[in-house]
């Protein structure tokens, strides 16, 4: 069983910026690195969309709302990945997943709030 911990939602304001997290708490280092670690979004009423993604050779994937304005890292040693969200708009408000992926196999984080308002 694959446990993700998001952390870092909340409240931003438009053109704010905000930080997310995900733990791996129960991997270990060596499993960790060999997995493609993710941020997907879904915003009420839409489907869930690609933020952004990394290797474990930290290749980097966007998706179009996201590219130059997110930026996604992995610390292999700490198990974590982060996503700095800067200029951020209030199409940006949706439940933001971690996910990790290797050989087919998804595993999902509970999510976290991101809202962007003024």
């Known amino acids: 069983q694959v446990q993700l911990v998001e952390s870092g939602g909340g409240l931003a304001q438009p053109g704010g910026s905000l930080r997310l997290s995900c733990n791996a708490p129960?991997?270990?280092?060596?499993?960790?690195?060999?997995?493609?670690m993710g941020w997907y979004r879904q915003a009420p009423g839409k489907q869930r969309e690609l933020v952004a993604t990394?290797?474990?050779?930290?290749?980097?994937n966007y998706g179009d709302s996201s590219k130059g304005r997110f930026t996604i890292s992995r610390n292999n040693s700490r198990k974590t990945i982060t996503l700095q969200m800067n200029s951020l708009t209030p199409e940006d408000t949706a439940t933001y997943y971690c996910?990790?992926?290797?050989?087919?196999?998804?595993?999902w984080g509970q999510g976290t709030q991101v809202t962007v308002s003024s």
């Open positions: 129960r991997m270990i280092y060596s499993v960790f690195v060999g997995y493609t």
């Open positions: 990394i290797t474990s050779g930290h290749t980097t």
């Open positions: 996910v990790a992926n290797q050989n087919g196999m998804d595993y």
